[in-house]
């Protein structure tokens, strides 16, 4: 899984805290959306999720707000019923046509109005009766129709029309086109295309495990009265404490792809193309072919279709054969010859078609197997005919010409977005594109590093070069022309794309109108970086100098402003949070800006006003910025801060930003309020006295910390309490503050002063009454939301000055830019190198430095403890590196604070329940840093050794053998005049051998110090296999990250690493190198709206409408997105867990299967999000009846877990404990008692022994030996159980009851064995024994279990039930306040059986 799409959607898995009864969307909403999704108030009130707006003119993909952002026009609460009005319309109701083609009976569509006439045809060409028709037109009653027009707009199509298709004449394009489609439904089985990463095709195996579609394949059928015996025996190195990590099982055998031959070649003849009078018999092209009976055929494709001609090899004779067997497809011709052809055709249709659509259908944005088996390399002529041209007259927009990618790009821009349908039109425009402009760019940077393509400046050198391809610019990650010289060389040049990337990202989900950014992607591959823009128009006919009006091209000596830029750059400077400021020019005259100095505004020839290298958009990351005289905050110093980093360009994540502002947001709030407190209890004292006395507590405690906040000049006052503040205050902001103060809503939860709204997915939520229970510990609270409504609505105009006064005060406190209203923001120009600001901002620009220390001090003091905290209590899971990364991400904290992560971690007292966290960080670094090494490495090596290089690589890194000598490869061609060296080679030809010198030793010491100078973390090992043994790390695990960092794809098969004798790796075992490709994500955002709210109303209990919701934000996003997308696969995760719920088993079956399906093709066979879906769906399998089905899910689960992350994990925790409740179903006792205690095990060791979780784990382990008639140990587990139940939750909570009861049960089934035993051992054989009664377990008791331990709980779905509901979970929520209960977050946000059951 190579192809990080930006950031891998990885978000933690299962983490929401929700109170009700599913997991939010559990983890994944695409990457930077991240898993705000919902979680606002889980009360009843309706104004969550769905009504607030971020700052003033809608959030941006970062804002990891959940709160709605309706382009600017907040349309309040009205909002969703708007919405959901307006999408009603959208959906007409779909209608019938019968389709009449040649030769075949006519068949039922059904069909929408909104469709076009040409998605008929694509399930006409789909379908397994006419999938060899291409070339036809649909006629209703003899008119054609126009592939282009839509079905509503077609005079008398109504239900039961007839359309008619009729053969229409081949041209050169259709029969081309042809002959590509026969080719594909002949590969349609075929993997070798996912294997290669190309057209968007990826690997899934779920059909394999469920032994196709999940029809009622698994349920096992009865005999009798009994149920046949399945075998349940799962494979060695599944087992608990196997050390056996095999490689192969990641890719079963599929049988389906042994293909059936049906045709051994099909080619272009050599007599192409036609002379010019053949062409005026109408002969379009000549194809060759070969059949599976050996007959070499000569065809002709005509503008009447296919027919054999008499020409072969080597003589040209155009004549029809006799018989000619014309045929208007190919696939009819072929039937007629081969007779081979005709029944294995029809064969493999028939399992074309059975297939899942989701495991053919394209995936927008391609994914890398970094696996592969050897797959055999046929002929094809169509694979062949497209590496050699750039395919650019086929399957484009306007054919015959290139794209002009960047008009297309800004056009769908600039698309109209005023209600619904017009949002999805454009939205969806806007996604198809990008989807196909990363496509191409990835293309055209690969061609450039592979040599193919002639660069636009040849007469310089190799790394200064520049490329055009395909109407994109490339240009290459180094620092031509000294221009990086002052910020750090190569390493900022390599740097200042992804900054730039993430500055487009930004500007673009702000979505200005009238602003413009470049299409761009970034694409590492063979070592080098390459960043692909689409072309401003005109930009390459004129000089620099003379395009830019706005912004500097000298980082900062010359600076020139324009109205129009500061007046479009202002628009996006409160979402940004960018600061308003001058600076000086090279005259010394102050210049105005409302951004970064080297953003640089320039005019195209199509007159739209472009914004070019963002890399600055975010302020500067003072703690690796050291600046001389300039003094850290003490939180940072006390860390090591500031630190000398690579380059000058490190600044701070949007996410941390976003995080900081609302931090400072409730300081604000809280000092305003406690001003007010003061005041009212000033005016109080003189009137009656017992006020003072209810009151005073409070202030006198916050007013401590209100002055400690201010007094150290942080924000980290982390002990201020805040704890999540109320809906009160998102309304405020979101109605009064939006106009102006309307920065940030604070309606996120977040914990105890670690304020985290950057992770509300693991805010501990803990109930919606905290909010309220934060106005009572500070009662100035409501009069200081009062006020700052008030002051925001009057314009100040009207308040009493005390009042303002306290605004004032509270303003300074937090550094807002605004006296009169919360409003902070950034300058990013601050400490940039050649940045000079006028003598009268002097002040200013002070309080700004101050403010970006305190950024950089929130970072290190507030978000890394958050971070570790919440791996503390489960609510951040990282399973591998990627989910890790993003952990780090959401939470604002760059990859190069992991170090000060891993040292944080060190110190933390519960060090050993944070052990995954730590070793999964130690792997992470140590690839990251092996990565960096592998880069330069790679630079060196020329083409023809570049498989060797690679695997010498691999050996040096992961085989234990000790002296790892790299085979030079015998070079298969020696020339024998040696060549004469040319001065322009290609970048990656150097033709050194020096990469063959690097020994094991050397690159561990290379990867120690890279790791101290990079990450300043000191790692002692001296070679693989003692990291191996230190951290406790997995080779493969080793292997699978830095393959899929790097872009390596390898062969599949067991590698022994371990061998002293031979090294692991040789060339063979390297397939391919693929780019590693960062994008911009464009979003669907009404879909994620109603999926926001959707997941609102679920929390509310009202899942029937939330489910409708859900529903429809999936028919939105398949609208914008296409059948397959990451968000797409939350939705259908979450509709999955909902029918789940509610009752509907094969509906939440068939939902999860398409989200395994989906999370296997977009995000990889082994990602750990996929490993999660495995799981939900093994449990829907199992409630279904499939019991053989669900383990075979498990299985894989547990496989892909242990190659992931091994299997000292707390999520194997709840694999486990799945896999033995199964086993315990089927009596299967022993296996079934090996996972249970194993789970016992993770679970003391990660929640510690008192917990809930082990009580649980316990009582499952009891009832397996209850099964076994082994009541001592059953005594004993069940006991362990009730004293945590007793110590946790006291004798009168009914856990702790039922406990008890089966302790009794035991004793008396104990008692009465006993009893039965004595009375063998006195009277021998003719004792009379009363039968003991063995209770195999009910599927009903197991699958209750089952859910418990899934945190799902079963709502009868009656009003009168949810009314009970509601009061339930009111009184769950004053048990929760009255503190009876500990541990409530756990690793799932919802075992609410471990707490408090609802009746």
């Known amino acids: 899984m190579v192809s990080k799409t930006d950031d891998i959607p990885a978000s933690v898995p299962n983490c929401n805290p929700v109170n009700l009864a599913y997991e939010a969307g559990d983890g994944v909403q695409d990457s930077n959306e991240t898993s705000k999704t919902c979680l606002k108030d889980s009360c009843g009130c309706e104004h969550s999720a769905d009504t607030v707006m971020v700052n003033g003119n809608g959030a941006h993909e970062h804002t990891e707000e959940a709160d709605s952002k309706q382009d600017g026009n907040s349309e309040m609460d009205g909002g969703d019923d708007s919405n959901e009005q307006e999408v009603i319309v959208i959906q007409d109701t779909g209608f019938t046509v019968k389709i009449q083609a040649p030769g075949t009976e006519p068949f039922d569509l059904q069909v929408s109005p909104q469709e076009m006439v040409q998605e008929i045809h694509q399930v006409l060409m789909d379908r397994e009766d006419t999938c060899h028709r291409t070339c036809f037109s649909l006629q209703l009653d003899g008119n054609v129709l126009d592939n282009f027009a839509e079905l509503k707009s077609i005079e008398g199509l109504q239900e039961g029309s007839l359309l008619k298709v009729v053969e229409e004449p081949y041209t050169v394009r259709e029969a081309r086109i042809h002959v590509r489609h026969i080719r594909d439904l002949l590969k349609s089985l075929d993997p070798s295309d996912s294997y290669n990463g190309v057209?968007?095709?990826?690997?899934?195996?779920?059909?394999?495990?469920?032994?196709?579609?999940?029809?009622?394949?698994?349920?096992?059928?009865?005999?009798?009265?009994?149920?046949?015996?399945?075998?349940?025996?799962?494979?060695?190195?599944?087992?608990?404490?196997?050390?056996?990590?095999?490689?192969?099982?990641?890719?079963?055998?599929?049988?389906?792809?042994k293909p059936m031959q049906c045709l051994k070649v099909l080619t272009m003849s050599g007599w192409n193309p036609p002379p010019g009078n053949r062409k005026m018999h109408g002969d379009l092209m000549y194809l060759c072919m070969v059949t599976v009976e050996e007959r070499h055929v000569s065809v002709t494709a005509s503008t009447r279709g296919f027919y054999l001609n008499q020409s072969t090899t080597y003589t040209f004779n155009p004549k029809p054969a006799n018989p000619s067997f014309l045929s208007h497809s190919l696939v009819e011709l072929l039937s007629q010859i081969s007779p081979t052809f005709k029944k294995n055709f029809t064969a493999l249709q028939k399992k074309r078609v059975q297939r899942h659509p989701f495991e053919r259908i394209a995936t927008p944005f391609q994914v890398y197997s970094w696996t592969a088996p050897q797959v055999d390399h046929a002929m094809d002529c169509v694979r062949a005919e497209d590496a050699y041209t750039s395919r650019l007259g086929y399957e484009e927009h306007i054919p015959g010409q290139t794209r002009d990618w960047n008009e297309e790009l800004q056009t769908t821009r600039e698309l109209p977005r005023k209600n619904l349908p017009e949002r999805l039109l454009r939205e969806r425009a806007i996604f198809k594109v990008h989807s196909d402009f990363a496509a191409a760019a990835t293309r055209g940077a690969m061609a450039v590093i592979d040599g193919n393509v002639m660069a636009i400046n040849p007469g310089e050198e190799t790394r200064m070069q520049m490329f055009i391809w395909n109407n994109i610019f490339f240009s290459l990650g180094f620092d031509v022309r000294d221009h990086y010289r002052e910020l750090g060389g190569d390493a900022a040049a390599h740097a200042a794309p992804t900054n730039d990337l993430n500055g487009v990202r930004a500007y673009g989900a702000v979505d200005v109108e009238g602003l413009y950014t470049l299409g761009t992607v970034v694409v590492d591959y063979r070592g080098y970086r390459v960043t692909a823009q689409s072309i401003i128009p005109g930009i390459l006919e004129r000089e620099q100098e003379q395009s830019v009006i706005y912004g500097s091209i000298d980082f900062g000596k010359t600076v020139v402003s324009h109205s129009k830029y500061l007046e479009l750059l202002e628009k996006t400077s409160r979402p940004l949070k960018v600061q308003r400021h001058n600076v000086?020019?090279?005259?010394?005259?102050?210049?105005?800006?409302?951004?970064?100095?080297?953003?640089?505004?320039?005019?195209?020839?199509?007159?739209?006003?472009?914004?070019?290298?963002?890399?600055?958009?975010?302020?500067?990351?003072?703690?690796?910025?050291?600046?001389?005289?300039?003094?850290?905050?003490?939180?940072?110093?006390?860390?090591?801060?500031?630190?000398?980093?690579?380059?000058r360009l490190a600044c701070l994540r949007q996410e941390l930003i976003e995080a900081f502002v609302e931090h400072r947001y409730l300081l604000f709030m809280k000092m305003a309020a406690l001003q007010l407190m003061q005041q009212k209890v000033?005016?109080?004292?003189?009137?009656?006295?017992?006020?003072?006395?209810?009151?005073?507590?409070?202030?006198?405690?916050?007013?401590?910390?209100?002055?400690?906040?201010?007094?150290?000049?942080?924000?980290?006052?982390?002990?201020?309490?805040?704890?999540?503040?109320?809906?009160?205050?998102?309304?405020?902001?979101?109605?009064?503050?939006?106009?102006?103060?309307?920065?940030?809503?604070?309606?996120?939860?977040?914990?105890?002063?670690?304020?985290?709204?950057?992770?509300?997915?693991?805010?501990?939520?803990?109930?919606?009454?905290?909010?309220?229970?934060l106005e009572e510990s500070i009662p100035g609270l409501a009069q200081a939301k009062e006020l700052a409504e008030t002051l925001v609505a009057e314009d100040g105009s009207c308040i009493d000055p005390k009042s303002r006064e306290v605004v004032l005060n509270a303003c300074k406190a937090v550094g807002s830019i605004s006296n009169t209203s919360f409003d902070i923001r950034f300058n990013p120009d601050l400490f940039s190198p050649g940045v000079r600001f006028p003598e009268d901002s002097t002040d200013e620009v002070q309080k700004q430095k101050q403010l970006l220390k305190d950024a950089a001090?929130?970072?290190?003091?507030?978000?890394?403890?958050?971070?570790?905290?919440?791996?503390?209590?489960?609510?951040?899971?990282?399973?591998?590196?990627?989910?890790?990364?993003?952990?780090?991400?959401?939470?604002?904290?760059?990859?190069?604070?992991?170090?000060?992560?891993?040292?944080?971690?060190?110190?933390?007292?519960?060090?050993?329940?944070?052990?995954?966290?730590?070793?999964?960080?130690?792997?992470?670094?140590?690839?990251?840093?092996?990565?960096?090494?592998?880069?330069?490495?790679?630079?060196?090596?020329?083409?023809?050794?570049?498989?060797?290089?690679?695997?010498?690589?691999?050996?040096?890194?992961?085989?234990?053998?000790?002296?790892?000598?790299?085979?030079?490869?015998?070079?298969?061609?020696?020339?024998?005049?040696?060549?004469?060296?040319?001065?322009?080679?290609i970048p990656g030809s150097g033709d050194n051998t020096a990469w063959a010198s690097l020994t094991p030793s050397e690159l561990w010491k290379n990867i120690a110090s890279e790791a101290k100078s990079y990450y300043y973390f000191t790692i002692q090992c001296e070679s693989v296999d003692q990291v191996v043994e230190k951290y406790g790390f997995q080779k493969t695990t080793l292997l699978r990250e830095i393959s899929v960092k790097t872009g390596i794809q390898i062969l599949i098969k067991e590698y022994n690493f371990d061998s002293r004798h031979k090294p692991a790796f040789t060339e063979e075992d390297i397939?391919?190198?693929?780019?590693?490709?960062?994008?911009?994500?464009?979003?669907?955002?009404?879909?994620?709206?109603?999926?926001?709210?959707?997941?609102?109303?679920?929390?509310?209990?009202?899942?029937?409408?939330?489910?409708?919701?859900?529903?429809?934000?999936?028919?939105?996003?398949?609208?914008?997105?296409?059948?397959m997308h990451v968000e797409i696969c939350a939705c259908l995760r979450l509709l999955a867990r909902l029918n789940y719920i509610m009752g509907d088993h094969p509906e939440a079956l068939s939902n999860q299967q398409k989200a395994v399906l989906m999370s296997e093709r977009v995000l990889g066979i082994e990602h750990p999000n996929t490993i999660q879906e495995y799981m939900h769906l093994a449990l829907y399998c199992f409630a279904n009846g499939q019991l053989s089905t669900a383990l075979r899910l498990l299985y894989?689960?547990?496989?892909?877990?242990?190659?992931?992350?091994?299997?000292?994990?707390?999520?194997?925790?709840?694999?486990?404990?799945?896999?033995?409740?199964?086993?315990?179903?089927?009596m299967e006792y022993d296996l079934s008692l090996r996972f249970l205690e194993n789970a016992l095990t993770i679970n003391t060791k990660y929640h510690g022994s008192r917990s809930l979780k082990v009580a649980l784990s316990h009582h499952l382990v009891a009832r397996v030996y209850e099964s076994k008639a082994e009541f001592r140990s059953a005594l004993q587990h069940e006991k362990e159980g009730y004293t945590i139940y007793k110590n946790q939750m006291g004798e009168a909570h009914e856990k702790t009851k039922e406990s008890s009861e089966f302790l009794k049960y035991l004793t008396q089934q104990a008692v009465a064995l006993q009893r039965t035993m004595n009375e063998i051992?006195?009277?021998?054989?003719?004792?009379?024994?009363?039968?003991?009664?063995?209770?195999?377990?009910?599927?009903?008791?197991?699958?209750?279990?089952l859910n418990i331990i899934n945190g799902i709980i079963f709502i009868p779905l009656s009003q009168k039930d949810l009314e009970n509901l509601k009061a339930e979970v009111q009184r769950r929520q004053q048990l929760q306040e009255l503190g009876k209960i500990e541990e409530l977050t756990e690793e799932r946000p919802l075992e609410l059986e471990d707490k408090i059951p609802i009746d």
């Open 682 to 773: 000033n005016k109080e004292a003189k009137a009656d006295i017992p006020a003072i006395t209810e009151t005073a507590e409070a202030p006198s405690e916050s007013n401590a910390d209100a002055t400690q906040a201010t007094a150290s000049e942080s924000p980290s006052a982390t002990e201020v309490s805040t704890d999540s503040t109320s809906q009160a205050e998102s309304n405020t902001s979101a109605t009064s503050q939006a106009p102006t103060a309307g920065e940030e809503n604070s309606s996120k939860p977040a914990t105890n002063g670690l304020v985290e709204p950057t992770a509300t997915l693991n805010g501990e939520c803990k109930s919606p009454l905290e909010g309220k229970e």
């Open 199 to 257: 057209d968007c095709n990826s690997l899934s195996f779920l059909s394999i495990f469920t032994d196709g579609d999940l029809g009622d394949s698994g349920k096992r059928k009865k005999k009798g009265n009994e149920l046949e015996q399945i075998d349940c025996t799962p494979p060695e190195h599944i087992l608990p404490g196997s050390k056996d990590r095999p490689l192969i099982p990641l890719q079963p055998q599929n049988k389906d792809w």
């Open 1321 to 1345: 051992y006195k009277n021998g054989s003719n004792a009379s024994i009363t039968p003991l009664k063995f209770t195999a377990p009910s599927m009903a008791s197991v699958l209750e279990q």
């Open 1196 to 1226: 894989r689960a547990r496989y892909l877990m242990l190659l992931v992350s091994g299997e000292d994990h707390p999520e194997m925790a709840l694999l486990d404990s799945n896999i033995g409740l199964v086993l315990h179903g089927v």
């Open 857 to 985: 001090a929130f970072l290190v003091s507030c978000q890394i403890p958050s971070l570790v905290k919440d791996c503390l209590d489960h609510s951040a899971l990282p399973m591998d590196g990627a989910t890790l990364t993003e952990a780090l991400r959401q939470r604002g904290i760059n990859i190069r604070y992991l170090g000060t992560v891993l040292e944080f971690v060190d110190k933390t007292p519960a060090k050993a329940q944070l052990e995954h966290f730590y070793r999964i960080g130690i792997s992470e670094l140590i690839t990251r840093c092996a990565k960096h090494i592998f880069k330069t490495y790679l630079q060196g090596v020329e083409l023809s050794a570049l498989s060797a290089a690679v695997s010498h690589f691999l050996n040096c890194f992961l085989s234990s053998f000790p002296d790892a000598v790299a085979h030079l490869p015998p070079d298969e061609l020696v020339s024998r005049r040696k060549s004469r060296k040319r001065r322009n080679r």
């Open 1071 to 1123: 397939l391919n190198i693929f780019p590693v490709v960062k994008h911009v994500n464009p979003k669907a955002s009404d879909a994620f709206h109603f999926f926001q709210s959707g997941q609102a109303k679920v929390q509310q209990g009202f899942l029937k409408e939330g489910c409708e919701l859900i529903n429809e934000a999936l028919n939105l996003f398949n609208n914008v997105y296409g059948a």
């Open 584 to 647: 000086l020019n090279e005259k010394d005259e102050s210049v105005e800006l409302c951004s970064s100095v080297e953003c640089k505004g320039i005019i195209g020839n199509d007159g739209r006003h472009y914004i070019l290298d963002l890399l600055r958009t975010f302020p500067p990351d003072l703690n690796f910025l050291p600046v001389d005289g300039e003094e850290l905050s003490p939180e940072s110093k006390r860390q090591g801060f500031p630190r000398q980093h690579r380059h």
